[in-house]
DNA sequence: TTGACTTACTTGTCTAAACAAGTGTATGAT
DNA sequence: ATCATACACTTGTTTAGACAAGTAAGTCAA
């Protein structure tokens, strides 16, 4: 299905991104963009409601919807986006590489952990990003296989997401977060350029499909001095 | 004005946190909603939409909306709330001190730093976030004089937030934030009981009012082994 | 000049209705 | 028993309209 309130919100994000609509600057009114996009007024509101929850602009009751300064975004990482989308998005040239792929068996420790089913059949990846020749980022991951079926080494390389969701048809839903900061350990040290650091940046996420079955587990470490995490709130 | 969408969302969370709505189960249609609650289905939805968004239940297309596990949420911090707020959610007791107060003027490089406007008057404040005896956050703010009016001490050791909202009728509207790892400086090791540690967790918030002025630049210091920043994110 | 009121325009909330689309169950023909 | 279909129910999208509420500018009286 074609949505409507998704074109106009590619639309404008469209024309924010490439400075029709410059920063500062006040949008068309909600009325106007109806008549402009020949719709009604709560699908102009749904698109304005995703570029603000994003952060690309910020409406003001009985003024108007205003462009927020771009060059603050920096690059927001927080809205549940693979790998490859970001560094595409990002524009930098990663290399992933696997040193490890095998299928294992969820046990009493790793359910605990990784909170997939006990007994669940799951493959285990190591993935090592690089950029310029260093280990940037180093992923342990863990997939139900039941869900992501026929996964091998050379698609792991590439986007497992793409193809989750083009090829196999999944529905990724959501994912909860949680950053915090770990002593490295012996394996970090084994797939990272760790430096001096004693301490590695650690992103855990459980990740959901669309009808609320968990199916991936993912601790992402990152090297200290290239993490970065930026986030967008709004305050209800 | 009162919200009815507000009301609605308040009570489906209330009821989903005592456990009338336990974990795994459907929640009443939006249809029985509307019947409940004397409204339309767009009311309810939006309702619905907001507990979703914070990770309390997930709609499934042609099925229903379905609870989350609670005990996977931890402690949202993902949603703009003020410190004072956040530890009273958690339940923990936190005392704060406050070992600097002064107001400066924002100069070139403080500018390129906090983005708040060239020349002017700011209050900048240390705040030590201390549990059981030990430091553990170290703050610093920066807020724009002319709209955190008449800041004191005793406010800072408070809530300025509730200041800012409850007696100064300021809206706060949204933020940025990022999050970084950096090594320990001088003013960490003065103010937190930083430990073997050479890393500390950053937090930088650039926050804004509702209509869009940048009135605050915080720094967010946290000792690495007690940092924990949780996040829900939904793919679209 | 100041202050109160009106007016026009903006976004915010809410309603009622219709149709699209996903899910599961019951029915019935084969 | 199996498969296809119809049906009832669910959430998802879209419309058109009404009124509330915040903002800004103009008007007019004091």
Known sequence: MIKRYTEIYEDIKKQILDGTYPPGEKLPSENEFCRMYRTSRGTVRR?????????FVNSVHGKGVFVLDANLITFSF??????????????QAFVTTVPLFEVITIDKPLQAKTKLPLGQEAYRLFRVRSLKGERIIFDINYFRKDIVRDLTREIAEQSIYEYLEDTLGAKIGFARRIIHVEPVTALDKAHLDVKAYNLVAVVKNFVHLHDGTLFEYTESRHRPDRFEFTDFARRR
């Open 47 to 55: 698109a304005l409601d995703l570029l603000a929850k994003e952060g």
């Open 78 to 91: 927080g809205g549940l986006v693979s790998f490859k989308e970001a560094s595409e998005t990002s524009g």
